[in-house]
């Protein structure tokens, strides 16, 4: 799923009436999908910073972490779903 489609799937499901989860298991791929979405939000807001580390540049982009150090997208705390 892309972040797109999980944002739209939290606005059908939860709305403005029902209070969003704190936190919501999703597969590895949509996980990484709402990383690189949150890191390319940031990097168009210009929030990041170019930093230069041993002669090679690199991009320091702010993210929050929840408690369970999962990848705060819309205020909800996503966390990868264990693969059985």
């Known amino acids: 799923m892309t972040a797109n489609q999980l944002k739209d799937y939290f606005n059908e499901t939860f709305g403005r009436t029902i209070p ?7 597969d590895a791929e949509t996980y990484g999908n709402c ?5 390319n939000n940031k990097i168009n807001k210009g929030v ?16 929050y972490l929840g408690p ?4 705060m997208f819309k205020d909800v705390e996503l966390l990868i779903k264990e693969s059985v």
């Open 20 to 26: 969003w989860p704190l936190h919501y298991h999703v």
């Open 35 to 39: 990383c690189q979405a949150v890191f």
């Open 48 to 63: 990041s910073v170019r930093h230069t580390i041993d002669g090679k540049e690199i991009t320091i982009c702010p993210t």
């Open 68 to 71: 369970n150090q999962g990848l």
